[in-house]
């Protein structure tokens, strides 16, 4: 079964999802390996319902034991408003709804082999994804001396139907079918879509490719508004109600997909080379990152705007490239902190099918000053500054054009 000399194992602590391919890699490396398998399953706000038996199933697939933890809060705390301070958008519309996630999956997984007295983890990333490099580069950060078993690049199961098969032939249970059209990925963030019709750049995403939101055209004809209040570039109630960070996306997740609001459909760049086309939804987080650079208008200067903007594109590419557990990041993430310590006010967005408009923004720390933008009579500009400002501003244009003037001249 394995493409390579094997080295045996006591015991290996797997990411499990409770999907065919975790459900298949239990007894596989079971097999393979001769090892005891203890499952990990990361709670980081998917559907209940992916939740439910699954430590039953983990032990019917052949793990001795199924470590579930409860990372919601800490999620969304230290990973997603963490990286929405930084106003982080992968290739200008993804917010890394699953990029996030991983980091925190893997050192969770890396915390339960270490207590477990494990050799190794695996996971069941495939060859040809972007996940595989984020769980394995975390290891590697966290806990080089684990190995990493990763069954898809040397095993010899190469289709969803001999992965059921090898279950079956184990009388695995396993609910999975070959009907499965849709890939997709959920937490507290976002869920993501891949396979069926968006397999062909030139098929329009039908409805199916969309289960949290609310189609746009279905969405109420009454837009809805809401107010946030934002302490250091962190959202921290909702219409007045304070609220824990999971609690504040989960409210946010529940309007906004009423609204019709955080869907986009994307062709990607993964960091393996390939081109990819998924759908995404994520109501809650689109609301929150409009929300922030309302506040950002009010209250940050025009190059610390600029440098804000240059470090939302390094840091997008740092998350995707799986590069969390970096000196890089942790300099960066401070810097954003920094940045953050004056994005304090309030914000009042509408929602009105799909789209999220700021309506109404206030800071403590806000630069806007009535008193010199006024169009009316003030105290406090002299317009005929200008002209001084100006000659200086244009200055290496008129010496570019004087100089110009003197070589047509002889």
């Not at 797997?14 to 990361?42: H, M, Q, R």
Request: glycine share 8%; net charge negative.
């Amino acid at each position: 079964m394995i493409k390579h000399e094997k080295k045996q194992y006591r015991k290996v602590v797997l990411a499990y999802s409770g999907g065919l391919d975790t459900s298949t890699i239990v007894p596989w490396l079971k097999e393979n390996y001769g090892c005891e398998v203890v499952c990990f399953v990361a709670d980081i706000g998917q559907e209940r319902d992916d939740l439910e038996g699954i430590e039953q199933k983990a032990k019917d697939s052949g793990a001795s034991k199924c470590v579930i933890k409860d990372l919601r809060e800490e999620f969304v705390r230290d990973y997603v408003f963490e990286t929405f301070k930084t106003g982080a958008l992968y290739e200008e519309s993804y917010l890394l709804g699953t990029a996030i996630a991983r980091p925190l999956i893997a050192k969770a997984m890396v915390e339960v082999a270490l207590a477990e007295g494990a050799d190794a983890v695996s996971h069941g990333a495939t060859g040809k994804g972007n996940d595989q490099v984020r769980f394995e580069s975390a290891v590697a950060a966290l806990a080089p001396q684990l190995d990493v078993i990763v069954p898809w690049r040397i095993w010899d199961l190469e289709s969803r139907e001999q992965l059921l098969a090898y279950l079956a032939e184990r009388h695995i249970p396993c609910k999975a079918t070959l009907k499965k059209i849709y890939s997709r990925d959920a937490n507290a963030l976002h869920i993501s879509t891949e396979g069926g019709e968006l397999e062909n750049t030139w098929s329009a995403a039908s409805e199916n490719c969309y289960v949290w939101t609310k189609s746009p055209q279905e969405a109420p004809d009454q837009p809805e508004n809401v107010e946030l209040t934002i302490k250091d570039g962190i959202v921290t109630a909702v219409n007045g109600k304070e609220l824990s960070p999971f609690a504040v996306l989960d409210t946010l997740n529940e309007i906004g997909a009423r609204n019709g609001v955080g869907r986009i459909d994307i062709v990607e760049n993964r960091l393996v080379g390939m081109k990819s086309r998924g759908s995404y939804e994520t109501p809650g987080g689109t609301i929150i990152h409009k929300a922030l650079r309302g506040i950002e208008q009010l209250v940050l200067d025009k190059t610390t705007r600029q440098y804000r903007d240059h470090m939302a594109i390094e840091f997008a590419q740092l998350v995707y490239d799986g590069r969390w557990f970096t000196r890089l990041r942790e300099i960066m993430q401070a810097a954003a902190d920094e940045l953050a310590h004056e994005v304090n006010g309030r914000v009042v967005v509408r929602l009105y099918k799909g789209n999220v408009d700021v309506i109404q923004k206030e800071s403590p720390n806000s630069l806007f000053n009535f008193d010199f933008v006024t169009f009316g009579e003030d105290q406090v500009y002299d317009q005929n500054d200008g002209t001084g400002f100006i000659r200086l501003y244009s200055l290496p244009a008129r010496i570019r054009a004087i100089n110009a003037q003197k070589r047509g001249a002889k």
